[in-house]
């Protein structure tokens, strides 16, 4: 309490201030020095207080100047004023009087004057009425056609009430027509939803106005958009003439429309929204449906980058269309569809390379008819074709995924991921199982293909050979650059193609040479059935047998030019020791390697010239132990061994083989034979080198 | 190859046959081709243990076996097609035998001498009627009591042999297949005249072909181009499938006598091979018609379906092999024979047997 009481006595703006107090507060508690300072200060104030005291009367003083003179000039106007109301009562006072004397003038002929107003306000609005139709229709030729129904309505209620006068229920009768027809005309603006927003909002607004339903009005808006966008479809369904046409129209007619119907629908009918979405998916389904059918029913693979356009087009527009009309979500199934027509067109690409494949095939088996005798061009142009064919699939997949196309910019889960592994699983490793379904068709000899030259199996597993020894790696790493596929995870192994590719390229040449040995043996074993049983001693190898070996030595040739390799016959053994007696040939036949007919085939000349031989020579035994033998047919048998062992062991890598064989020949000879007796080794080489022209019996009378 | 049992006989052999008549013991009976010793009948058996083939041998005096056929029931007759060279021109004859254990012989029951050389020879199970062939004659005997000519089927293919004959299970005994040349042909006996020709069977030679058990007109035909092809006789302008097991010529090709998917087939590469043909095999037809019934598809779906193609390939053998035979008394059992002598009794792996009988 005393803190706050005595700031009040010590302040000195406060009413109660104490001097004394205060002084003595100031002796009290201040020093010599600062009393002094305060005071310096106090005088200092006073002075200031002064100064302001005199600024302030002055101030006061001139105010009080002007007010004065202001005072002054308002008694002036008053005086003015006062003599002006003066002539105003003055004009009053006669104004008065002259309405007396109107009065008395007037006073019998009010009533007509009353009369005559509202006479007039009739004729106007019955002229008004008269005219009504004239301007309704002027109004409705302008398509002002808010005009003409606010007219109609306002003259309708009292037209109504004058029906009974003729003139007036005609004048009634044609307006009403026109209104109808306004009303019809609104209709047809609301059927044509796509005529624009504007258009049909006026139409709606009108016929609410009118007293129309509001959910009538809406079912039929919804309907109407439903039948214009129906008939967009029809239309594009019909006169499309490819896939990126299609879409063009559609983005033209189709699309646009849809968003406009939505855009006017919303506006108007915002809560109704669900329907709309309704009507808006069922077109946009079948829209997606028919779209989707042009796309997957393309059947040519070179088309694919007007597939491609045609595919990012219609994404772009289906993608806005998710932007414009929230609800309409067509992406996934879009992307969806961008899934499926990839992997059409990777099947159309398959079925390509495999027509290709076909047709290079039949081209090859047209020129071996034709006598080409090429081979090497032959299988490399097997392997080339399909290395183009692979490549050209490959690069037009690759627009798939080219930067200016959107949907390749889609997260890579929903398209690209998918689409690269399609393209290695689904394409390529694919395009390698064609190629072999097409060898192995060749070597199961199902329907034509088992007539065909024996050589294009040679030529085809050449092809295959060397496709796997180098160009299968080169397009499988390809397509995996090409479309970053760097995990491996799920891809076909290469090796595993590759050795599916060796595989039938090694089936493949076990046909050619089994084929080959079989059309050479044949001749041989339809020879030698010819000379069975020869009455003398033979003089000569068969022609039969010569034959075989000009054919092998034909093939021998053959081999060498597609294949290579040593050209230089093999110097054979000539001091190997023949078959001399029966009891020689069981012995030998004991010795007899197994002829294993299922062992791994090389590509090389050797290897496959051995396989001929060794079916060549199984032919020639199998046609000797089906006969009976006299005694001179076995030595006929004999010479022909001798002759072909000596001949056909160069050609092979193993001519044990070839001495296995014929041994095997001559002592199953020796079988069918009851008294068999042979030829000595001495005259075998005389007699194999064909120049012994002397008479069969001469012969026979020298040694036996 | 699981089990594999060999035997081995002195003499080359290039016939055999399973004894129809015994419906207990695997057993088969093998032919010597032997042109200057003493040829025999070889009886092979298993013995009670399972683990051994027996063999007990008759003698043959008739000569050479050129081809043997069991009796369709009676398991101690069969018959045989000789060829002696003994003398000049040689000596053929049909022949019946009855075993006669006692004496290690055959003994004659009736002999038809021939003109020339046959060798091959179908008893047919439910007609006593038996076909036996030569180069160019094929003909048919009543074989009830004694061979007597019953009907000669005239070939007019000019320069075609005749390789195999063999009757359908099917048609009551009237269907007859041929193989001549590169053709196989399907004859109905009683209108000889008419029949189905598969034309170019195969590259040069139709060696044998066999008929469907449960097809009626499906026939599987090998030949010298190392394949099996098996035709619809009624279009038989291209195969149903074509096989190719063999690389040498396939000598003889059997269906197994209730799985027609199984195919039994040796050649002359010295190999036997097991092979499946069930994408053309009456099981196949049978499941297509069950596709309706989903529990059933489920069902088979499970099953481990045999693929076709090669199931079994055995390369004992060290020489062509001219015969092969699946067991009257078992099923699963399957016997080969090669030109040396060598017998071969093999059973259908444990493996395949479970997929054939979908267990």
Request: aromatic letters at 6%; proline letters at 2%; charged letters at 25%.
């Amino acid at each position: 309490m005393s803190s706050e009481f005595k700031p009040s006595i010590l302040d000195l703006s406060k009413p109660d201030f104490d001097v004394d107090a205060y002084v003595a507060r100031l002796l009290r508690e201040k020093s010599l020095d600062e009393l002094v300072k305060e005071e310096e200060e106090m005088v200092s104030s006073v002075r200031r207080l002064d100064s302001d005291v005199h600024q302030i009367v002055y101030e006061n003083y001139n105010k009080f100047l002007t007010a004065t003179n202001t005072v002054r000039k308002i008694q002036d106007e008053f005086n003015q004023l006062d003599t002006e109301m003066i002539s105003l009562s003055d004009s009053m006072k006669t104004i008065s009087g002259l309405i007396g004397n109107l009065d008395g003038v007037l006073g019998e002929r009010r009533e007509d004057v009353l009369q005559l107003g509202s006479s007039y306000k009739v004729v106007n609005s019955l002229k008004y009425i008269f005219d009504l139709p004239h301007v309704l229709q002027s109004q409705f030729d302008e398509r002002n056609f808010g005009e003409v129904i606010r007219l109609f309505k306002l003259a309708e209620d009292s037209l109504k009430r004058y029906q009974d006068v003729p003139q007036v229920s005609r004048v009634f009768e044609k307006s009403e027509r026109i209104f109808k027809r306004t009303e019809n005309q609104l209709m047809e603006q609301l059927k044509n939803p796509a005529s624009g927003a504007e258009v049909v909002s006026e139409a709606v607004d009108l016929l609410l106005k009118l007293g129309r339903d509001r959910i009538e009005v809406q079912k039929i808006l919804l309907k109407c958009s439903e039948q214009s966008l129906r008939a967009d479809l029809k239309e594009l369904e019909r006169s499309h003439s490819d896939v990126l046409d299609l879409v063009d129209k559609a983005s033209e007619t189709f699309i646009p429309n849809l968003t406009l119907i939505a855009t006017t629908h919303d506006r108007l009918f915002e809560d109704k929204r669900n329907e709309l979405l309704i009507v808006l998916k069922t077109e946009m389904v079948s829209l997606h449906n028919l779209v989707s059918k042009v796309f997957l029913s393309s059947n040519d693979a070179k088309d694919c980058s007007i597939v491609v356009r045609a595919l990012d087009r219609y994404f772009r527009k289906v993608s806005t269309c998710r932007h414009v009309i929230p609800g309409l979500d067509f992406l996934s199934s879009t992307v969806e569809l961008i899934n499926d027509v990839s992997k059409h067109e990777i099947d159309l690409s398959l079925t390509r390379i495999k027509e290709e494949l076909r047709t290079v095939l039949s081209e090859t088996r047209q020129n071996l008819i034709n006598d080409s005798n090429d081979l090497v061009s032959l299988s490399s142009k097997i392997e080339q074709i399909f290395v183009h064919q692979v490549k050209t699939a490959l690069a037009n997949l690759l627009l798939f995924t080219a930067s200016d196309v959107t949907f390749a910019n889609l997260p890579p889960n929903d398209f690209r991921l998918s689409f690269a592994f399609n393209a290695h699983e689904r394409l390529l490793v694919q395009a390698f199982n064609r190629f072999l379904e097409l060898a192995d068709e060749y070597e199961s000899g199902t329907a034509e293909t088992r007539f065909a030259d024996a050589r294009v199996l040679l030529v085809f597993a050449v092809s295959l050979q060397h496709l796997s020894n180098k160009s299968a790696i080169y397009l499988l790493n390809l397509c995996r650059e090409q479309f970053s596929l760097t995990s491996s995870t799920g891809l076909t192994n290469i090796s595993e193609v590759i050795s599916d590719i060796k595989l039938r390229a090694q089936k493949l040449v076990r046909c050619f040479a089994e084929k080959t040995g079989l059309s050479i043996g044949e001749n041989l074993a339809k020879g030698c059935t010819m000379l069975v049983q020869p009455s003398a001693t033979p003089n000569s190898v068969r022609s039969a047998v010569r034959r075989v070996v000009e054919e092998t030595t034909l093939c021998d040739n053959e081999l060498t030019n597609l294949l290579g390799g040593d050209i230089k016959q093999k110097e054979t053994r000539p001091n190997r020791r023949p078959i001399t007696s029966a009891l020689d040939a069981a012995r030998d036949s004991l010795w007899c390697e197994r002829i294993d007919f299922h062992m791994q085939i090389h590509f090389n000349r050797a290897s496959i010239m051995t396989a001929i031989i060794k079916v060549v020579l199984k032919i020639f035994i199998e046609s000797v132990r089906s006969q009976t033998y006299s005694k001179f047919g076995v030595e006929q048998v004999q010479v022909d061994c001798y002759y072909l062992q000596r001949c056909l062991a160069s050609v092979v890598s193993d001519e044990v083989v070839v001495n296995s064989m014929v041994d095997q020949a001559l002592s199953s000879a020796l079988k069918r034979c009851n008294d068999p007796v042979l030829v000595h080794p001495s005259r075998l080489a005389q007699l194999c080198d064909g120049n012994s022209n002397r008479p069969g019996s001469q012969t026979s009378s020298l040694g036996y | 190859m699981s089990e594999c049992l060999m035997f081995g006989m002195d003499c080359e052999a290039r016939n055999m046959t399973s004894v129809m008549g015994d419906e207990e013991n695997v057993s088969f009976l093998v032919g010597t081709n032997n042109i200057k010793a003493d040829n025999v009948v070889n009886k092979l058996y298993v013995d009670p243990e399972a683990t051994r083939l027996m063999s007990k041998s008759y003698r043959h005096p008739a000569g050479e076996v050129r081809a043997i056929s069991a009796h369709p029931h009676k398991s101690h007759v069969l018959a045989t097609c000789s060829a002696n060279y003994s003398s000049l021109n040689g000596e053929f004859a049909l022949n019946i035998w009855n075993i006669d254990e006692d004496k290690r012989t055959l003994e004659k029951l009736s002999e038809l001498k021939l003109d020339s050389l046959n060798y091959g020879l179908d008893w047919d199970q439910t007609t006593m009627k038996a076909v036996a062939i030569g180069a160019e004659t094929v003909a048919i005997y009543d074989m009830s009591n004694e061979p007597k000519l019953d009907q000669s089927i005239k070939i007019d293919e000019e320069g075609s042999e005749i390789y195999s004959a063999k009757w359908s299970s099917h048609y009551e005994g009237n269907m007859l297949g041929l193989t001549i040349g590169k053709n196989v042909r399907c004859v109905d006996v009683r209108t000889p005249r008419d029949f189905l020709k598969v034309a170019n069977a195969h590259s040069h030679r139709a060696l044998s072909m066999d008929f469907n058990p449960n097809l009626q007109h499906v026939i599987a035909t090998c030949g010298d181009d190392g394949y099996i092809r098996i035709w619809d006789t009624r279009s038989s302008k291209s195969a149903l499938m074509s096989l190719h097991p063999h690389a040498h010529w396939v000598w003889q090709v059997k269906y197994h006598p209730v799985h027609d998917q199984l195919l039994l087939s040796v050649g002359s590469d010295a190999c036997v091979v097991l092979s499946c043909a069930q994408s053309v095999s009456s099981e196949q037809n049978e499941q297509e018609e069950e596709v309706e019934d989903e529990e059933e598809m489920e069902k088979s779906m499970n099953i481990e379906k045999l693929s076709d193609g090669t199931l079994e390939r055995i390369d004992e053998h060290e020489d062509s092999v001219y015969a092969c035979a699946w067991s009257s008394a078992d099923p699963w059992t399957f016997a080969s024979l090669s030109y040396d002598g060598r017998m071969i009794l093999s059973k259908v792996s444990r493996k395949h047997k479970y997929a054939l009988m979908q267990l």
